[in-house]
């Protein structure tokens, strides 16, 4: 059994995915070797990451945990015969690349869309409003308003 804490700040394809991580992840790896002589792993995260809100796009908190099980082989051919609750990882010379292990199953973890309440977020619904007319005067000189702006004035 393992149990230790993986630096954020060293995830360098999650932080492509989602920005700059801070902290620490949470892990606990159990180590089994089945009958078939298979390595298995079986594992558990916790993790508080900076995940951009799909709205205003600034970080929000998001904790993730995940509750996991890999199985070590070394060729397809092992692969298929994984049992059905276990995720095969094909490594070389059985050497797994641990952190990178954990790091996939981090980013499988991730939600998909978060968005902040409405309250917190940088874009609420009364700016998205009065920010957007502005942007379409200046882009659409042709818009709808002004021609019925000009018809006004000749009444
Ligand atoms: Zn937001």
Redesign the pocket.
Known sequence: MIEGLVDLEKLVRLQDEIGPQQGNASVRLQFDVDTQRRHLIDGELEADLMVP?R??L?P?AVSVASHFKLAIVSDDALAAEVPSDYEPVLVDDEQLDLLGAVEDELILSLPQVV??DEAN???SREQMSSGEAPVEEVSRPDSPFDVLKSLKGKF
Do not use: L
Request: charged share 10%; hydrophobic share 30%; aromatic share 10%.
């Open positions: 809100c709205r205003c600034q929000m968005y902040h977020c940088a874009i």
